[in-house]
């Protein structure tokens, strides 16, 4: 409060007295205890009132104190036991939560991680994969704008992710590595990768690619064996040394019986070596006996024709010719889809007899379609055209329930081009996958859709998708979100059969770090997907007899059912819909393989690496009372006491006009019972 202001309330305080003074007490000779009561409540009534006119200023100050946060950041995944340091890192946390001066100086946390972070410090080492960045990185978020400390309790070996190496501190944050498990490098051959494709072609060979490493500085020999069944179908000797350290084997396995086959790669172990799981490892591949034949058929030369061809050839099940309408011999009906690209009256031939043998096809438009000629063959749709051409930006459409689709980013997609005019279309005949937005407005109308029933026939109305498919890569690297979904798109309109009421998809084999995904869809009698369905799935292990029940749970346009990572084996399951008497069974196999059981120590190199790039130190199991002064020590890392000031009115103070009420009320009463009123 300033001097100013206790200036005008002294001033307030001699006003009030004399006025209430020369209104009570002055030209009184005899002076009763009446007047002295009068007097005080007329003083102290003027005096709040003049207090309230001048509002004075009330401030006052507290002290907090701010604490860093201390995050213990603990990898539970299942290498820590395998490797036998879980008790290391319960002893180092305990030593940490149990210092008083930590707790003195800190606000303690705890998280564990293994693919994912979690809350707590329930461990249990379970976890069977390992991303130590995505960990950091969250926590990182999590603390965000708090000075923090991370102390980072794990082996190093990460399965999962983007390299940890390169994670970079924030500059509120400090992180402190320990490293756990046996630090010694020891003699090692273990099995890094396979490569290969999920299906091959019945009487065809596929190609397999091992790649293979030594960690050791002496010169050993081992060999490596493909086995199937219990027939060797593969091998080779190979030498490793301090020098040679990995090697790629390439070889072409013949695929003799249609079915998932499973294959064993098998390296022998040398002499002295600690860790001979990662010398075996498990793959599968599906053989089929049939192809998917795509013809794609234009008139023009264009890119969308190179970019379909690249995407539906990106799986190994399906081929697809590029052929003019102008070319001889074109036999349609050799192919289980044809693809006609800009219609005109050149086609006219084709059409004639992909209309009349009900061929299944999927009509493309553009700026060269000759329309007048595609509204004659009274496809279900038409269109008023004019030749000006307008751009046509894709809408997602979440309610399609032909097939599963993800949206791939079509709201951030390039336009396609198609000539302008308003379309008709008979929607009850066709499924929309995708609407129109121009110029920035969304239309309602169809741009790409597909029929319900056989034949099947499918439509988009516009060119230039090959530039969806270079944005898909420019976004993420590779072709495969474009790719798969131009492939299930050209699996639902080759396909010959009619729809089905109940339908399940679900791979042939998983490995035993991947959940076990199953999706099925359900529709009524008149084929309208139904999501208030009652869908469930029995899954029995066929070598245990093991059996279990759940629901499939409504996501999006189709129902699911997550398995988690189930235990090796082959299964068989059996989809059935409530109250209906609708079923589907099959049956997959899960493959052994776990990734946290491939590493024999400690990643020592990654996690100084990962020290150095940070610029803190790296600590040992045995470190943790240094560990914990250099805590201590940190001055970036000590409690800061703040103070808060906080200025109040004393006008905000209402409590002060319920006073003045008062007095005021008391003296009227006092006069009104002295009869002075």
Request: hydrophobic share 40%; no cysteine; aromatic share 12%.
């Amino acid at each position: 409060m300033t001097t100013e202001t206790i200036l005008y309330i002294t001033l307030a305080l001699l006003v009030a007295l004399g006025f209430a003074f020369f209104q009570y007490l002055y030209n009184r000779p005899v002076r009763n205890s009446r007047d002295y009561i009068l007097f005080s409540l007329r003083a102290l009534a003027v005096f709040l009132v003049l207090l309230i006119l001048i509002n004075p200023k009330i401030t006052s100050t507290s002290y907090q104190v701010d604490k860093p946060e201390l995050v213990l950041l603990a990898d539970n995944s299942q290498s820590i036991s395998f490797l036998e340091a879980e008790n290391d890192l319960k002893e180092i946390s305990n030593a940490i939560l149990s210092n008083e001066r930590i707790r003195q100086n800190f606000e303690v946390s705890q998280l564990n991680f293994g693919d994912k972070i979690g809350m707590g410090d329930s461990l249990n080492f379970s976890a069977v994969q390992t991303d130590i960045y995505s960990a950091l990185s969250e926590t990182r978020d999590l603390f965000s704008g708090k000075n923090s400390a991370v102390v980072l309790l794990t082996d190093g070996n990460q399965s999962l992710g983007r390299d940890f190496r390169y994670f970079k501190k924030n500059g509120s944050a400090e992180v402190f590595p320990i490293v756990l498990g046996d630090t010694t490098r020891y003699k090692d051959l273990s099995i890094e990768r396979i490569n290969l494709n999920r299906y091959a072609f019945l009487n065809n060979r596929f190609p397999l690619e091992i790649f293979l490493n030594y960690s050791g500085r002496e010169e050993v020999k081992t060999k490596l064996n493909i086995r199937a069944g219990g027939n060797i179908v593969f091998s080779k000797e190979l030498e490793f040394s301090e020098e040679k350290r990995s090697e790629v084997i390439r070889t072409d396995l013949p695929a003799t019986s249609l079915g998932v086959k499973t294959y064993q790669v098998e390296l022998e172990p040398v002499a002295e070596e600690k860790n001979t799981i990662n010398n075996l490892q498990k793959f599968a591949i599906e053989v089929i006996d049939e192809r998917t034949s795509v013809l794609i058929l234009s008139s023009i030369a264009h890119p969308d024709l190179g970019a379909m061809k690249k995407a539906i050839e990106s799986n190994e099940q399906r081929t697809a010719d590029i052929k003019y309408i102008r070319d001889d011999n074109l036999q349609p009906s050799v192919y289980q889809l044809i693809i006609l690209y800009q219609l005109n009256n050149s086609f006219n031939k084709t059409v004639a007899e992909i209309l009349e043998k009900k061929y299944n096809y999927l009509v493309i438009t553009g700026s060269k379609t000759d329309w007048n000629y595609l509204n004659n063959l009274d496809l279900g749709y038409s269109k008023s055209w004019s030749n000006q051409p307008q751009e046509i930006f894709p809408v997602y459409n979440p309610t399609f329930s032909s097939f599963q689709f993800e949206d791939i980013g079509f709201d951030d997609m390039p336009p396609v081009i198609d000539k302008f005019g308003p379309l008709d279309i008979q929607e009850n005949r066709f499924n929309i996958l995708l609407y129109q937005e121009q110029q920035g407005v969304e239309t309602g109308e169809a741009l790409m859709g597909v029929t319900q029933d056989a034949p099947k026939s499918g439509f988009l109305f516009g060119e230039n998708i090959w530039r969806w498919r270079a944005k898909t890569y420019l976004d993420n690297k590779s072709f495969q979100e474009f790719d798969d979904f131009f492939g299930k798109l050209i699996q639902n309109l080759s396909s010959s059969g009619s729809k089905q009421r109940l339908m399940v998809e679900a791979e042939n084999f998983y490995y035993a770090n991947q959940n076990v995904l199953i999706s099925a869809q359900y529709f009524d009698e008149n084929y309208q997907f139904d999501p208030g369905a009652g869908i469930k799935i029995s899954v029995e292990n066929k070598e245990t007899g093991d059996s279990f029940t759940s629901d499939l749970v409504l996501k999006n346009n189709f129902y699911q059912f997550d398995g988690g990572d189930l235990p090796a084996g082959e299964y068989a399951y059996n989809i059935r819909v409530a109250n209906k008497k609708l079923s589907k069974s099959g049956s997959f196999e899960v493959i052994e393989y776990n990734t946290e059981q491939q590493f024999v120590s400690s990643n020592l190199s990654g996690l100084q690496s990962f020290a150095e790039n940070n610029e803190t130190d790296l600590f040992y199991a045995g470190d943790a009372e240094n560990l914990i002064n250099s805590l201590l020590a940190n001055d970036k890392l000590k409690p800061v006491q703040k103070s808060r000031q906080k200025t109040l009115p004393l006008i905000d103070w209402y409590y002060l006009l319920f006073i003045l009420i008062f007095i005021l009320a008391v003296e009227w009463f006092y006069r009104k019972y002295l009869g002075l009123i």
